[in-house]
């Protein structure tokens, strides 16, 4: 999952949310901040969810980080180039994967988001530094869900990112971060921390290790639950708004389901970079990106289909997920669906 740097633009009612799903959470090793910058903003109490679970939450923010960098570029009438190195220098942070073609991504980000930050940077100067909504309430949601049954711990990071509406979950030294954009919309927020907090969910029960680099059975299985149990907590929603990031894009797959399970499944056991990013972030030979995200949008509720819950499909150790995973595309495949 990432650090430094990762990924629409809608009005609530269409509005695919991108999230993050797209693209899952990287960490980059040398950008990601280990000692936040950013003062902690809020302290939330644990929660008692009955099943002797128990949430503990922490909010910090890189909004203060942020509006430095902003105002120290404004005040400098900088290039785009000097702006760009000073956000290196006093900022840094970014949703991008940790790959060679992290800081590009990074620049296009700042380059493109520049002209709309003033409306942001209004907000947070008023003092809304973490906006809404309040993530207690949508973390015990999830628990109910997933029903972890043990005490977690973990910490909501809010930056501003480059109006991608994209967050990720990693694990570092102080344990589970959640990284929400708070430029984002309140309702994108809210999909975005539902989907981040399901992993997170994952990653404190010891089924998900929450770092970059895993097989890409363990990412088709991670995403579509976490697209699902986003479904299933927003069903006044459109499929669209869980998993896709350009319009159009999941019914391009549902005509192309065969060649992509196919697809996915002979790559479901590598944990090589390049697989990786061609089946989250980048195109497949197919053409057709995001792959890894559609396989579990419908191997999960295959699962689902067949009785299985959230909670169970929560407990499959990420050792497992390529081999459940193949199991469960080839019933897709024999079945025709």
């Known amino acids: 999952m990432v650090s430094f740097k990762e990924m629409k633009k809608h009005s609530f009612s269409i509005f695919p949310v991108i999230a993050l799903f797209l693209c899952i959470h990287f960490i980059y090793p040398g950008h990601y901040p280990l000692e936040f910058n950013g003062k902690m903003r809020l ?15 922490k909010v910090k923010d890189l909004s203060r980080k942020f509006l430095s960098f902003y105002d120290a570029a404004s005040a400098g009438n900088l290039s785009e180039n000097a702006r760009w190195l000073l956000w290196k220098r006093s900022y840094n942070f ?10 590009s991504m990074a620049r296009k980000l700042l ?9 942001i940077v209004a907000e947070l100067k008023k003092g809304d530094l973490l906006g809404k909504p309040e993530p207690a309430g949508v973390l015990q949601s999830v628990t109910g869900l ?18 991608e509406d ?26 975005l921390m539902t989907h981040e ?3 997170a969910v994952q990653i404190s029960m010891g089924c998900l290790s929450g770092g970059y680099i895993r097989s890409v059975g363990a990412i088709v299985v991670s995403e579509g639950l976490a697209c699902r149990v986003t479904q299933s907590l927003h069903p006044n929603l459109g499929d669209g708004s869980f998993i896709e990031i350009t319009p159009g894009w999941l019914q391009k797959c549902r005509d192309r389901q065969s060649e992509i399970l196919k697809d996915v499944k002979t790559h479901l056991k590598s944990s090589d970079p390049n697989d990786i990013m061609k089946y989250t972030m980048g195109k497949s030979d197919l053409g057709i ?14 699962w689902r289909a067949k009785g299985l819950t959230f909670a169970q499909i929560a407990r499959i150790p990420e050792k497992d997920m390529p081999a459940k995973a193949e199991q469960a595309i080839d019933e897709l495949l024999a079945s025709g669906k």
Not at 44 to 55: C, F, H, K, T, V
Not at 173 to 181: D, L, Q, R, S
Not at 289 to 302: I, K, L, P, T
């Open 43 to 57: 302290n939330q109490p644990a929660l008692s969810l009955g099943d002797s679970s128990e949430i503990r939450i």
């Open 146 to 163: 997933l029903k972890p049954g043990k005490p977690m711990d973990v910490t909501i990071l809010s930056y501003i990112g480059g109006f």
């Open 197 to 199: 907090f399901t992993h």
């Open 111 to 119: 380059d493109n988001a520049w002209s709309r930050y003033p409306a």
């Open 166 to 191: 994209n967050a990720f979950t990693n694990v570092t030294n102080e344990g589970i971060i959640v990284a929400i954009p708070r430029e984002s919309p309140t309702p994108t927020r809210e999909l």
């Open 289 to 302: 990106d995001r792959e890894a995200y559609y396989a579990g949008w419908v191997v999960v509720q295959h």
């Open 94 to 103: 970014a949703a991008v994967p940790p790959t060679a073609q992290g800081d």
